[in-house]
């Protein structure tokens, strides 16, 4: 993959919205399959039988998820944070990726059956989410990655002019 930078590389955002895609429509199935998709079996309702698969699918591409987040982590946040363009929303993909790694890691080894279907959906929640602020947090970097301020336009169209005016410059 290419370096990371202010802007993501096209090949990146891609790879990345496919595995975050993967990961959603897999939660939302493993979810809808747990809490409405009981059959009834020979012995009494149980599981749907695609409820663990989507579950395997979605532990590894949450996995594939983790790494990629890394990257962006590791370059693109600090090289964009001295920008402060889209930094709230920033933030919040921040808290709201804890909060879904947190949830996700409580969920399969420490919760008991008590608090499963609590914590289940809240992590469902927070899942369904992240798109949503991922998409938030886009729109505001690209408008105000492209909102100039009248006197940086005007700066501009100053230097362009005098050196269309001064061919030997």
């Keep these: ?3 990371i930078s202010l802007t993501i590389s096209q090949r990146y955002r891609y790879f ?3 595995v975050l895609g993967l990961s959603l429509v897999t939660g939302v199935a493993f ?4 809490r409405f998709g009981m059959v009834e079996g020979d012995f009494g309702p149980e599981s749907h039988f695609l ?6 699918i979605h532990g590894f591409s949450a996995f594939v998820m983790l790494m990629s ?3 962006i982590f590791a370059s693109h946040i600090p090289k964009t944070w001295a920008s402060k363009r ?3 929303s920033g933030l919040f993909i921040l808290i709201a990726t804890s909060l879904s790694i947190l949830s996700a890691y409580v969920l399969y080894y420490l919760v008991n059956e008590n608090w499963h279907e609590w914590l289940g959906n809240g992590h469902a929640i927070m899942g369904i989410s992240l ?3 991922l998409l938030l947090h886009i729109k505001k970097a690209y408008v105000s990655r492209y909102k100039k301020k009248p006197k940086d336009v005007q700066e501009r169209v100053r230097r362009h002019s005098h050196i269309k005016s001064h061919p030997d410059a």
């Design 51 to 56: 409820q663990y698969p989507m579950l395997q």
């Design 69 to 71: 987040l890394g990257a």
């Design 1 to 3: 993959m290419s370096n």
């Design 86 to 88: 889209a930094r709230k």
């Design 31 to 34: 979810w809808l399959f747990r």
């Design 16 to 18: 990345f919205y496919c």
């Design 131 to 133: 798109p949503l602020i």
